[in-house]
């Protein structure tokens, strides 16, 4: 029998906030409504440590992941926060010294995404799954989940500026700049969107993809064939957006789509362009709740 | 005159949390006690928007950063966690609409450090500051300065189970392994320490990096002849260490070393160690106040 | 019917080398000898582009990439280099002005892995994939497959070092020192091995993972109860390799296990230490072909 | 005195093409015609090893880099491949066994750029410089410079399929379009250009980054005024340009830049567009040399 080094007393009086493990990755098989697909994960898990107890356990939390995904083999996961959640129960389970648990996942995901010719490309987005728990407080399980999609901006400003340029040099084209789109910069576009799931709801990752895309300038697509570009292109500058818009859209959207969640919900929404004009990144970002937004 | 489109009224009604750019590099000048050295910072700068504003000025935020900067060409900057706090407050002036800005930096750093064979090797470590100030509560300023140092841990859970294993399987050897040091798994640590600094008080970077290094293992260094090298390796061996007690060690030493600091000083330290033994990293963290460290 | 600005002629007489697009994730089943499994794969597609053309049609690279991913999921792929070199064939089928086509793949695999104490753990690794072609030259084609394996290494010289000042230091310990492990820095590990696969070969991926993790220290393991921590441990210990045992050890088992394999076949080994002792990577190379190995 | 385990005989009968070391990072102080600037590097070193040697003294490579650069401290280098070059040297001189010596290295450098509203911005650019060398052969030196630009590009075809569209759907505005741009997708552009500098040669890097500038849609720049951004935007829209299109100008640029430079001199351009249409990169490259270029 050997010595549980992790029991031992620890130098200093120090309680931890969290000790764990990250950077694990995994296989995980999520049941979506008409398929089962395997999705990799990297998943993150921690738990707190009291003062008195020199180390936490640190092998209990890759055997807890490895146990209800094991069980995710046969019997499909049906969402990401809800694994977070059951690994947060596992892991209070198991370090019987920690009262408070929490774990991170993040996955590749894909869906297939129509463009208006009716061609269909197959997109990829981000997952991000979170729970955290406390001890003997059943209620206190926070879940949430969100999405990180990549998409289009094209600048507001620096099209107006133009629009006022070209007009000065071109006061015969004034009438036909009225029906003609703008030049711009325009730019790829990282968008992050997570919510917290309140007990008893359901938020469905895809509605959030597309609760993102339709805030952007225009989403982004694999295969283009020359029309789709176009479209995409004129869609995108009939649609001008700063990130401060995008991320307005979005909490707009939240609210019109979750009207009864309630106000305690935490929303995260985060926006970044990497300006073509620039080499550094324009950003924009509301941390809130759903009391906050409806104020 | 151009439209402001910035100014524009914005569509639904949400102030947002942090609009700014990301990602700026620039040349910084540093004064050190006995010479000027020159860091290539990164530099995140936001400020928050109301809800009646479009957009931000982001050409602004570049604008301050830039003009502070050309003064530093002339005149080094003390510290980074100063010059964080001189831009908050020109952010402020410049986007007369915000009521909160926010700056983070990180740069590359490099001190002489001296082995005990009494080589010197030039090591590099990360510096970290950020300010965050709040319009019209001067008292609001809050400015922290961190660092990220690289160095050595090894586990003295595996080590103790290797004891039990070796004198079990030599009974004859046990006198000997009192005196001699047990074979672990030790690997690459990465550990990060932020302290606030209080008005009217100062934090020397390198002392946050020495409290950091005297709390690993063992510090790592670029050039170890063989001799070094077999130093380097028993000193760590006889000083294991998990991710817990490294986080420990260095809250103890802060208490130590900043006795008279203020109880709501913020101090967050992380260690994080690329198990060679794993694919995954061992993990631990704690984030806290110098009034909760004193209980 | 819109012009083809790709079939302009451009400015200057310069062909180029690759032109194609880089960074397409898409999902891909590949059948195994007992099951499917779904992995995430990065792409990176290239035809090279005579001089009188002004540009590739780039849309075509990502639509020949969709339609043999859409034939995998009725039909799984038997093997990443098959589906490269597949893919290779098209791109020249569609870009009817390219003499050469290139491919690369890597992508996130898990194979379950027993430890000596017959405990099972799910280990991760990485996929790589490679084929080009050149037109009219059927016989042109070429095709590797490599592994990305995370292992640890321990020192040899730093183990010696030691031994030597343990010694020196404790004479009556001596004869213990010949039968206990002496300790020594040990670090995550990261080798990669690609080869070549001859026509009417075939090479399992399976079997570079084996064939690497039997060459390092010892292999890693994403779950260690406390005896296999240890055991681990002691293995490595028993182990010791510098990054250049490493890879000489991969390239005497390539020549034992693909005894019959072409004198062309090109094979590629690197390894590189993360020290757990330095800041920096210790690394070592071998690039050559089986001919040369078997001088 | 301690073994040299790096000297005993290895198993196996392999030699090594590159043992090193990689990610030493150092500053380095470099003149420029004007002013001493202090960049901070990144560094890999490499020799070769004979099949009779167990291991390269590591130690080694990183002592020949630091002896050098604490020379640079008082007299600054006047180019990083001329340091590359006399590192190759040196490593040669230490380790007696090895037959070659390769050097990598990497840096951020800014430059001042005047916009054409005759702002000032200071712009980051990346600089790259390599050497290698083999024994006994002086003539065999080889050192090249290059830079990575990031630039911005507009897409010539995206342009060309929105222009027939307009005039299909606004026939009466077909004069109009004649006069005034037409919309596109654009993006930010990653552009590496190295080109080996002949013995008896210069290279300027501040040239070949103009060299870049002048090939992209638009260079890109930190600071932008409302009326800069417009005609920045303007400008890459009137110089619409495929990753096609700015590989051949660099080539262009280049054979007219170094008229007289041998045959024999490598020239690699890489340009890599993070298409914002897309989330995959649009990619042109040529690997070549200068006599190449000539045909």
Redesign the interface.
């Known amino acids: 029998m ?2 549980d ?2 029991n031992q007393k ?3 009086n ?14 995980i098989n999520v049941q979506r409504p008409d398929k089962v ?4 994960a990297q998943i ?1 898990v ?1 738990v707190d ?1 009291p003062s008195g107890q ?3 356990h ?2 209990r939390n ?2 807890v992941i ?1 146990e209800i995904l094991d069980k995710s083999v046969r019997e499909p996961v049906s969402s990401l926060e809800l694994l977070c959640e059951e690994i947060c129960h596992k892991l209070l389970e198991r370090h019987e010294y920690a009262t408070y648990s929490e774990v991170g996942m993040q996955a ?1 995901y ?1 869906l297939e995404k129509a463009l208006s010719s009716g061609r269909k ?4 987005y981000k997952l991000i799954a979170k729970a955290s728990a406390k001890r003997n407080e059943e209620t206190s399980i926070k879940k949430c989940i969100g999405v990180e999609v ?1 998409g ?1 901006t094209t ?4 099209m ?3 629009r ?3 007009e000065a040099k ?1 006061p ?2 004034k009438e ?2 009225k ?10 576009n990282i968008t992050t969107l997570t919510i917290e799931v309140p007990r008893d709801y359901d938020v469905e990752a895809d509605d959030l993809i597309q609760i993102v895309e339709d805030s952007l300038s ?1 989403p ?8 789709d ?2 479209l ?3 869609q ?2 009939e649609n001008p957006k ?4 995008v ?3 979005i ?2 959207r939240i609210l019109e789509n979750y009207p009864d969640f309630p106000d305690s919900v935490v929303v995260t929404v985060r926006s ?1 362009s ?15 709740t759903m009391g906050e ?1 409806r104020k």
Chains 1, 2, 3, 4 share one sequence.
Do not use: W
């Open positions: 050997h010595m080094v992790q620890p130098t200093g120090f309680k931890l906030t969290r000790v764990g493990v990250t950077g694990i990755k995994k296989p697909v395997t999705l990799t993150d921690f440590l020199k180390g936490s640190l092998s890759v055997e490895s590749n894909f490309s197959l997109e990829e990549v289009m600048c507001p400003c620096a107006e500026t133009v006022n340029m070209l071109h015969e084209a036909c700049l029906k003609i789109p703008v030049v711009t910069h325009n730019q790829r225009s982004t697509y694999e295969i283009l064939k020359r029309d570009e176009a995409v292109t004129l995108a500058h700063f990130v401060e818009d991320v307005r859209d909490l707009g970044e990497e300006e073509s004009i620039h080499k550094h990144n324009a950003f924009a970002e509301r941390v809130t937004l």
